[in-house]
């Protein structure tokens, strides 16, 4: 019923620049907490940004001053701005949610499909 769908991912030389967005599309919903998370080969998946329901956000520290969350509550997109990129951000990045669709009582998590970033030294 709802969706979320990565793009912006890519092959970017150490201290380029990306920028990925996660859209969320399908049946009315309500969007709660949103943002980014990645995972390495052989490495736990873990947080990078986010905001959370109270609309505050949050930043891993191995990306704090580098990176910024943003979101556009109009098109149900969150963006990740990733600046001075090193090779240890390489990882698939993924989008997540905490989603009320119309009608249903509760939230659910959903988990977009992920999107490859790739920093080269």
């Known amino acids: 019923q709802v969706r979320l769908v990565e793009s912006g991912g890519g092959l970017v030389q150490a201290g380029g620049s990306l920028r990925l967005s996660c859209a969320a599309s399908?049946?009315?919903?309500?969007?709660?907490?949103m943002g980014w998370y990645r995972q390495a080969p052989g490495k736990q998946r873990e947080l990078v940004a986010a905001?959370?329901?109270?609309?505050?956000?949050n930043y891993a520290d191995s990306v704090k001053g580098r990176f910024t969350i943003s979101r556009d509550n109009a098109k149900s997109t969150v963006y990740l701005l990733m600046n001075s990129l090193k090779p240890e951000d390489t990882a698939v990045y993924y989008c997540?949610?905490?989603?009320?669709?119309?009608?249903?009582?509760?939230?659910?998590?959903?988990w977009g499909q992920g999107t490859q970033v790739t920093v080269s030294s």
């Open positions: 399908g049946s009315s919903f309500s969007i709660y907490a």
């Open positions: 905001f959370t329901s109270g609309g505050r956000t």
């Open positions: 997540n949610a905490d989603i009320r669709i119309l009608g249903y009582t509760n939230q659910n998590n959903y």
